[in-house]
């Protein structure tokens, strides 16, 4: 399958450490990379890679990958990180991007 | 500082044809592939396609019949245009910049997103 599956809603309390998950036949070929998006703003790369972090995003994002699953793990939860986060890859046999559904972060 | 800057009509009537452009500042267009992704309200990033400078492109296939893709490199910019749109199509279009390496593929910058709404 092409798609990425990710789980529509996590919720993390303040200040401990949430780990949103993606997971697709994608990744086992090419590594996941991980957006942020705000309400009524573009998203925003925040982790590309194995664990690649753009200038200006907190170390308290990281990222892994094993097998088939991609994971974002944000430790010590702000409010700041209520967003919604997404995934994407490319499908190598069919050479198209690909997209998990989005999961909605609550920070409670 | 890389920037991109998008464009074009916010409101169409079904059967029209959608056309957007994002013009590029601050980098070349050359060895990255320039993309089209939409957000239809409440839901997920979905995927239109993409083009280089020297005009390939890459298309969903949901969207292939409909949609075109063109570079204009002297301008610096890209377009896109899907033709016959219907309400389905009414969404958030942002227009992004593709970083391909050979493990990785993602998106480094983003357009301001340009709402699009179809209704008669």
């Known amino acids: 399958s092409s798609e990425l599956t990710q789980d529509p809603a996590v919720s993390v309390a303040l200040g401990q450490t949430v780990r949103i998950t993606c997971q697709g036949d994608?990744?086992?070929?090419?590594?996941a990379s991980w957006y942020q998006q705000k309400p009524g703003q573009a998203p925003i790369l925040v982790i590309y890679g194995k664990n690649n972090r753009p200038s200006g995003i907190p170390d308290r994002f990281s990222g892994s990958s094993s097998g088939n699953t991609a994971s974002l793990t944000i430790t010590g939860a702000q409010a700041d990180d209520e967003a919604d986060y997404h995934c994407n890859s490319r499908d190598s046999s069919t050479n198209h991007v690909v997209f998990g559904g989005g999961t909605k972060l609550t920070v409670l | 500082q890389v920037q991109l800057q998008q464009w074009g009509a916010g409101l169409l009537k079904p059967s029209e044809t959608l056309s957007l452009t994002c013009g590029v500042n601050?980098?070349?267009?050359?060895?990255?592939?320039w993309n089209w992704i939409r957000q239809p309200p409440g839901k997920g990033l979905e995927w239109i396609g993409e083009i280089n400078h020297g005009g390939d492109t890459n298309y969903n296939p949901s969207l292939k019949s409909r949609v075109t893709f063109t570079v204009d490199t002297s301008k610096n910019q890209f377009s896109l245009k899907l033709s016959s749109v219907t309400a389905a199509d009414t969404a958030v279009y942002y227009c992004?910049?593709?970083?391909?390496?050979?493990?990785?593929?993602?998106?480094?910058?983003w357009g301001q997103g340009t709402p699009v709404t179809v209704s008669s």
């Open positions: 992004a910049r593709l970083r391909p390496t050979v493990v990785i593929q993602y998106f480094d910058r």
């Open positions: 994608s990744l086992r070929r090419y590594y």
């Open positions: 601050g980098a070349s267009l050359s060895g990255y592939q």
